[in-house]
């Protein structure tokens, strides 16, 4: 185990409720149906140079975030957030507005009508109290693309209907186009009443495990899809993020092309775009080593972290096998990649690491004491004795 034990928040920043961090305030938008049109997206990155550092996070739940906000600008910034109709108009209703989409919709198609009236209901269901990082889903295209990514409530589609599926279970309830945001909301009190949030904490794969889901949740799910993999889709293309970042610069470049839709795979979908060109943090190539490596903030950005991480996931990403994955870690969370992956490097100290085989952040480590020089000097260091 690593010797600091991090601090645990059990919620997630918003926009009107953002966190303090090492390098002024996290700023996270929930783009209403992950989505920025071209005017929105170029007006948002001015607003990242103004009041942030000039950089985008997309999330692992596909919320755009800026970092380095301060105290005193943090006003001015939700104000033109909210011109631009990004940000909800109180605290709670952005917290239960937690719905992410598959990016592959098309204008009034079923998604994207359901992923508006979820949230639109959402917004105005004043009585349910949901944990901070309790979410939604809206997968419905022809094959589930979202199971990996973290939701407490999915709306897929079956061979012939919808289904409503409470994360965890092995079976769902069939719905239609008319009862599934009802039933959805219903679920959500369901997983309350049972409770599944004591102390307004928890999520709904815990509860699912020690109960079974309501009695009529028994229709069989679909097989999940593959990730999708950048290139170009029927909806537009597929671009990723060096380590799911990108400067404004950049994002303002790229909706001078299309709209953007934000994925959970650090990656964003430029509507009706093709052959874009390169620009920097961009990826294009399916096959960059980059994508094989998930990377947290690190140090100064992270009060909690124990090394800066990301030059040193830039340098050691050539050297990751094309199998494998890394991820870096600058202390023992792991919130790059809270799963086990088949190497870790977490920070212990500065530009000190251990090395973590087939495991999480905080596992046991198969090396200790590995300085960053080590690692660069010797990359082999992470595939030998694996
Ligand atoms: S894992 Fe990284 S981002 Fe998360 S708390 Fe630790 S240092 Fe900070």
């Known amino acids: 185990m690593s010797e600091v034990a991090p601090k645990v928040y ?18 996270r938008i929930r783009a209403p149906l992950g989505r920025l049109s071209s005017d ?13 550092n000039g950089l985008l996070d997309v999330s692992a739940r596909a919320n755009l975030q800026m970092r380095g906000v301060s105290e005193r600008d943090h006003p001015a910034l939700i104000a033109a957030l909210q011109d631009l109709g990004l940000v909800d108009t109180d605290a709670a209703a952005e917290v239960r507005r937690n719905v992410l989409v598959t990016p592959f919709w098309s204008q009034g198609d079923k998604t994207h009508a359901l992923a508006q009236q979820l949230s639109d209901a959402l917004v105005t269901a004043t009585d349910l109290n949901l944990p901070g990082k309790f979410g939604f889903a809206v997968d419905t295209g022809p094959a589930p693309v979202l199971r990996n990514t973290a939701a407490d409530i999915r709306i897929e589609r079956t061979a012939d209907s919808l289904v409503l ?11 239609t186009t008319e009862t ?6 219903n679920l959500a009190r369901w997983f309350l009443d049972q409770g599944g949030a004591p102390d307004g904490r928890g999520r709904m794969k815990p509860l699912i495990a020690r109960r079974t889901p309501p009695s009529a949740h028994v229709a069989n799910l679909s097989s999940p899809a593959e990730r999708p993999t ?5 909806t537009g293309q597929l671009v ?3 380590f799911g970042q990108i400067p404004a610069t950049s994002f303002a470049d790229l909706a001078t092309r299309g709209a953007l839709r934000l994925t959970p795979w650090r990656a964003l979908l430029v509507e009706d775009a093709s052959n874009l060109a390169p620009l920097p943090g961009l990826i ?10 998930s990377v947290c903030t690190g140090a100064p950005g992270c009060r909690q972290a124990l090394s800066s991480t990301r030059q040193l996931a830039r340098d050691l990403a050539p050297h990751v096998p094309a199998q494998s994955t890394l991820h870096l870690s600058g202390c023992a969370k792991g919130c790059a990649h809270p799963a086990s992956a088949p190497l870790t490097l977490t920070a212990t100290a500065a530009d ?14 198969a090396q200790t004491h590995l300085s960053a020089a080590q690692l660069r000097a010797s990359p082999d260091i992470l595939t030998k004795g694996s």
């Open 10 to 27: 059990g919620w997630c920043p918003g926009a009107l409720r953002p966190m303090m961090s090492g390098d002024g305030l996290v700023v």
């Open 40 to 52: 929105q997206a170029q007006a948002v990155a001015d607003l990242s140079q103004s009041y942030g």
């Open 165 to 175: 599926l409470a994360d965890g279970a092995k079976s769902g309830l069939p719905v």
């Open 180 to 185: 599934a945001v009802e039933e959805a909301l």
């Open 230 to 234: 950048l290139g170009q889709t029927a």
């Open 240 to 242: 990723g993020l060096e």
């Open 284 to 293: 294009l190539d399916a096959t960059d080593p980059r994508l094989r490596v």
């Open 352 to 365: 000190t690491f251990n090395l973590i085989r087939n495991g999480k952040a905080s596992d046991h480590p």
